[in-house]
């Protein structure tokens, strides 16, 4: 089955910065890709979804790439805040499954 | 707004107990999921039915059951609940793509 790898559990950042979390996988190309934040004791909330024949998706601050190539997401917060910190979590179509998690912390 | 309601948010069973972890959504959503949630683990899919009375197994279906006998409902069962499931559980819905998730439900087995 698919392997799905968030390359860091933890990425520390500057306030103002961009933050920049990877998610890759093993086998097929999915149809498409998502991105979720999480907040401690919460569920996971949906940001953005990018489809397999669109190579970038933009919402604000936040930009996420597809390159089936490569079998990798790259998912950007621009101009980072403390209030993005959270964990954020890639998931594959189909089967929904998910990425580990990257927990991304911005200091003031 | 969309809904998912997960009838508890914290439990505190003892090992051999029988537990029933239940999810509720508005939406009218075709595809329901389960997954756990352990540090380091993320989210691992437990069971999963895109329709009424329908399950398949997930990655980690060891120890569980579910139940679907309406659409909007969709139940997780620990037939005897042992320490190593104590967990963050969530439940989410989808029609097709973005997945809505509830709030979770914390299960400490002692």
């Known amino acids: 089955s698919q392997k799905i790898e968030q390359n860091s559990e933890a990425l520390n950042i500057q306030e103002g910065k961009t933050a920049t979390l990877t998610c890759n996988y093993t086998?097929?190309?999915?149809?498409?890709l998502q991105w979720y934040r999480q907040d401690p004791g919460r569920g996971p909330v949906f940001l953005l979804l990018?489809?397999?024949?669109?190579k970038e998706k933009r919402k604000e601050r936040l930009k996420v790439t597809f390159d089936t190539t490569l079998k990798q997401s790259l998912f950007h917060i621009t101009a980072s805040q403390p209030a993005d910190s959270a964990t954020y979590l890639c998931a594959l179509s189909g089967d929904m499954r998910f990425g580990a998690g990257t927990r991304l912390t911005v200091k003031p | 707004d969309v809904k998912v309601t997960q009838s508890s948010r914290y439990l505190v069973k003892r090992t051999g107990e029988k537990v029933f972890l239940e999810c509720v959504q508005d939406m009218d959503h075709e595809n329901m999921f389960w997954y756990r949630q352990d540090p380091g683990l993320g989210l691992r899919l437990i069971y999963f039915?895109?329709?009424?009375?329908?399950?398949e197994k997930g990655d980690i279906p060891e120890g569980y059951s579910v139940s679907r006998e309406k659409k909007e409902r969709f139940s997780l069962i620990l037939e005897s609940a042992s320490t190593n499931q104590t967990s963050m559980y969530l439940c989410?819905?989808?029609?097709?793509?973005?997945?809505?998730f509830g709030e979770g439900s914390r299960l400490t087995v002692l």
């Open positions: 086998n097929y190309s999915p149809a498409y």
């Open positions: 989410a819905s989808t029609w097709s793509g973005e997945l809505f």
């Open positions: 990018i489809r397999e024949n669109e």
């Open positions: 039915s895109y329709d009424v009375k329908m399950k």
